[in-house]
């Protein structure tokens, strides 16, 4: 018997909180850039998390149409202000009263593509800006946290443009559903089984130790050396005070941190990537001894080296993760102008900020000492696709030897 879908948004919703978010009794959870769409996903997410024990739910509301108001009639000197109450309430809320949060990535993304280039960045740079401390605690697993995503009529009118408008949205819906394993028999079981089989390759991969990855692919030769006590992750992972989550639903990665100096040679992207409101595509990045030496792109170029400027090690590589072609995202051949759900269709790289749970010890190390053993710092962390199945990644193990990790593609082991 076929679930409606209203029995799958319900799963849905239990899914985000108890696999997603691993809410645990007692705590409350704040959820946030909650599209005004998603009110009735929302409230039941809600009920969930009351169910799973929260002592509290609150919501901060994003709305598309707000922001590109602001940048059609707000003053042209007012876009390095923010509204610090929210992340001052975030902070509190996962610092003082045993929070977790739950964040939505469901935007427009051609938002912002006839706006002022240089405030579209001034925005997004102050966003990072105050973001900063909060993403300090979330990417070193201080407490657990997960992204979901669900349609919105501009973003499922860009994926599915020949749809009426009705369509676009349940057809969006239905991949989602599909990709999140909503529509399995047992969606948790399903899960679990999932992150046993990624579980492995993290096994596998963490104890070959290799010093360094190669890539080749059309448009693509790079090498990157990994630093010394580097970890490979992925998949659910455990906060500092041993409460598991799943930081992105879907994910069919695993990754870990590259050398923030040992980057050299050239890549091109294989899908778009999203950044403030602005498509970024068909873009290559050329790199040595770790920094971008050089960017270019079809769409976007201007962004792009806008972001790659923001500071020191936005120049650099900050994360490296495996995903293969034949993931449930990829098979869908469905382009997605969202990072949530691109990045788990095809390999990746992000530029910026390295996670500390990375690295040996990486949480216990100040950011000098990160630096010094090969992490990166910055406001930023963006995650742009290489990956088809074109693609082979070698592992250069510490006596030299070369294996094979990703052929065509695919797992080569």
């Given at each position: 018997?076929?679930?409606t ?9 239990d ?6 978010v691993g809410?645990?009794p ?17 409230r039941?997410?809600?009920e969930s998390?009351?169910?799973?024990g ?10 598309d149409?707000l922001?590109l108001?602001r940048?059609?009639h707000?003053?042209r ?5 923010f509204?610090?109450?929210r ?9 003082n ?10 935007e427009?993304?051609?938002?912002l593509?006839?706006e ?8 997004k740079t102050?966003l ?23 349609p919105?009529p ?10 009426p408008?009705?369509?676009q949205?349940?057809k969006l819906?239905?991949?989602?559903f599909?990709v ?9 079981q399903?899960?679990?089984d999932h992150?046993k089989?990624?579980a492995e390759?993290k096994?596998y ?7 360094s990855?190669n890539?080749?692919a059309p448009g ?9 006590g580097y970890?490979?992750?992925?998949v659910?992972t ?5 409460i598991?989550?799943?930081?992105n639903?879907?994910t069919?990665?695993i990754?870990?941190m ?15 990537f999203?950044y ?14 770790g920094r971008i030496?050089?960017a ?10 806008q ?13 490296v ?5 034949s ?7 469905i382009?997605f102008?969202n990072?949530l ?9 992000a530029?910026g ?26 406001i930023?962390?963006?995650d ?19 294996e ?8 080569a082991?």
């Amino acid at each position: 018997m076929s679930l409606t879908f209203e029995q799958k948004l319900k799963n849905y919703a239990d899914l985000a909180v108890n696999i997603g978010v691993g809410l645990q009794p007692g705590q409350t959870l704040i959820i946030h850039r909650a599209p005004l769409e998603s009110a009735p996903l929302v409230r039941l997410i809600a009920e969930s998390a009351y169910k799973a024990g929260a002592r509290l739910v609150d919501v901060i509301w994003q709305d598309d149409a707000l922001t590109l108001a602001r940048f059609k009639h707000a003053p042209r000197d007012s876009f390095h202000e923010f509204p610090t109450w929210r992340t001052d309430g975030i902070l509190d809320a996962v610092l003082n009263r045993n929070g977790a949060t739950l964040v939505f990535l469901a935007e427009n993304p051609d938002l912002l593509a006839k706006e002022d280039p240089k405030l579209v960045m001034e925005a997004k740079t102050t966003l990072q800006k105050y973001m900063q401390e909060l993403r300090k605690y979330s990417m070193s697993n201080y407490y657990n946290w997960s992204v979901i995503g669900m349609p919105i009529p501009s973003w499922a009118a860009k994926v599915f443009p020949d749809d009426p408008p009705q369509r676009q949205i349940d057809k969006l819906w239905e991949l989602i559903f599909d990709v999140c394993r909503v529509n399995e028999p047992d969606p948790v079981q399903a899960w679990k089984d999932h992150a046993k089989i990624l579980a492995e390759k993290k096994s596998y991969l963490n104890n070959k130790k290799y010093r360094s990855l190669n890539y080749k692919a059309p448009g693509t030769e790079l090498t990157l050396g990994l630093p010394e006590g580097y970890i490979w992750q992925g998949v659910s992972t455990v906060t500092q005070k041993g409460i598991n989550f799943m930081p992105n639903l879907p994910t069919e990665e695993i990754f870990t941190m590259p050398h923030k100096d040992q980057a050299d040679g050239i890549l091109s992207s294989t899908r778009p990537f999203n950044y403030g409101g602005v498509l970024i595509d068909q873009f290559t990045l050329k790199f040595e001894n770790g920094r971008i030496i050089n960017a270019t792109a079809k769409t976007g170029e201007t962004t792009l080296k806008q972001l790659i400027a923001t500071d020191e090690g936005a120049s650099r590589l900050g994360e490296v993760a495996l995903v293969p072609h034949s993931s449930p995202i990829s098979r869908s051949n469905i382009l997605f102008y969202n990072t949530l759900f691109d990045e788990n269709a095809a390999n990746h790289l992000a530029i910026g900020k390295a996670y500390r749970l990375c690295m040996a010890e990486g949480n216990q190390m100040n950011d000098d000492q990160f630096a010094t053993a090969g992490g990166n710092n910055s406001i930023v962390h963006e995650d742009f696709m290489i990956g088809s199945g074109n693609m082979d990644i070698d592992g250069v193990t510490a006596t030299g030897d070369i294996e094979p990790i990703v052929r065509a593609g695919e797992w080569a082991f």
